[in-house]
């Protein structure tokens, strides 16, 4: 019998928050057992697509893992009152529109990271989110107990890691599992730093 593939759009509700998970499925007879659950978060920087391929040729296993792609995306803000004629503007479309954007953007993101996955025979799982990138991510690892989360690191220096905050940090602080930060390598970091 040959591997089905059926890609659904479902919402899930949680006590605050939704989550649009994005399956992907294989028939029950192509599948081995999951003994482990892997979660890795990806956005659209080049560390997480270089956290993706590492994690492909060092860590993952077709055999027993099912990967969980996260990604999260941010909560459109308005101005605030004091803005110069902000208080008189109806923002509504606008973040609306900018909403779309960004949940269109999180879909193909987590479609196409699924499809290089699938093609390899991973059994995978993407789930779009939305909110603060550190507290949905600790949350969507505890939610599915996850045996390990993989996740890129920004390259950030002390200072703007101290005033911006570090998603990796703090995952790896409020993680109950595994947390491997996958770091530039630094012939790169030294290549994009001549362009």
Not at 8 to 28: G, I, R, S
Not at 88 to 113: G, K
Not at 144 to 162: E, F
Not at 184 to 194: A, P
Request: proline share 3%; hydrophobic share 35%.
């Amino acid at each position: 019998m040959s591997t089905t593939t059926a890609q659904t759009a479902q919402t899930q509700q949680t006590d605050k928050t939704e989550d649009t998970v994005l399956t992907t499925t294989q028939d029950a007879e192509a599948q081995s057992p999951i003994t482990r659950v892997v979660v890795m978060a990806i956005d659209q920087s080049p560390h997480s697509q270089q956290a993706f391929d590492w994690a492909l040729k060092n860590f993952l296993r077709k055999e027993s893992d099912l990967v969980v792609l996260v990604n999260v995306r941010p909560i459109p803000s308005i101005p605030g009152p004091y803005a110069i004629g902000a208080s008189y503007m109806d923002f509504s479309e606008v973040v609306t529109s900018i909403e779309e954007q960004h949940r269109v953007a999180s879909h193909t993101l987590l479609q196409d990271f699924a499809a290089k996955l699938k093609a390899q025979n991973f059994a995978c799982k993407a789930i779009a989110m939305r909110g603060d990138a550190r507290d949905e991510i600790v949350r969507k690892v505890a939610e599915l107990n996850s045996d390990a989360l993989i996740i890129g690191s920004r390259g950030l220096g002390v200072l703007k890691r101290t005033i911006l905050g570090s998603v990796s940090d703090y995952c790896s602080h409020h993680c109950h599992c595994t947390v491997i930060i996958v770091k530039e390598r630094q012939e790169q970091h030294e290549q994009q730093k001549d362009k």
